[in-house]
């Protein structure tokens, strides 16, 4: 097993290919799809990269994974559903985010939150086999309520739920989330997972300007993650979490990339005219 990462400068994204070069199978973890916020303009530079890669290495590529419903950038997942036959991929709790969007954007009845929008819902534990691959999903609700994190061989790939251990863990503030749930999800990848496992997180902002930084381990994580390490306690975290989510703003794309990722990366039912839009909820997010 190989893996080869993909950084998005514009939202500080890690997408990834995990991949059997014998086999020739790729799966891709939590693409992009560019986003211009001032003109509404999209555009697919960052998932062409990622196939092209997978072109150069002849894989093909059963599933496209997201770990979540991300609110800093659009998914990418319909190009590779288009262009490969991947499986949209998500966990099943999407289901619980899609009801609670579906009522903040005020969508049509056309829009039905029980997950049809993706191929393949995974629940807690399931395992998914592919090719060489076998894909547990290990359900880590707290920055959403749908987070799920994929391990694969000995790597876990754990979207947002948490960052380099020098920057800590993801936000709990967005509707649905709560710091007490990512605390315990935390713990049980600590508890459960051997401490040489990879970690790959979905975000790097590099703190102090350091270099790129998107693997650590269990072990690495557990003794010196700066926000929940072994020994944080969940009162300590859910306090630390608090504190610092109430002087953080939304995300910028948080507005757009909700309503496109409950649809699985699609663009809203074009209208009349033949355009698409996207619903700008005026006073119900932030402070």
Known sequence: MEIQHFYDERTSTLSYVVYDRDARIGLVIDPVLDYDPASGRTWTGSAAAIAAFLDENALRVPHVLDTHAHADHLSAL???????????????????????????????????????????????????????????????????????????GDAVFVGDTLFQPDYGTARCDFPGGSAADLHASVHRLYATLPPETRVFTCHDYRPEGRPLAFESTIAEQRAHNVQLNDSTSAEEFIELRKARDARLDMPTLILPSIQVNIRAGAMPRPESNGVSYLKIPLNQLGR
């Open 78 to 152: 319909p190009f590779f559903k288009e262009r490969y036959g991947a499986e949209t991929t998500i966990g099943a709790e999407i289901v619980r985010v899609q009801e609670t969007f579906k009522a903040l954007f005020h969508l049509g009845e056309d829009f039905v939150p029980d997950g049809r929008d993706f191929d393949r819902l995974l629940g807690d534990g399931e395992r998914l086999a592919v090719g060489p691959f076998e894909i547990e999903a290990i359900h880590t609700p707290g920055h959403t309520p749908a987070c799920m994190s994929y391990r694969i």
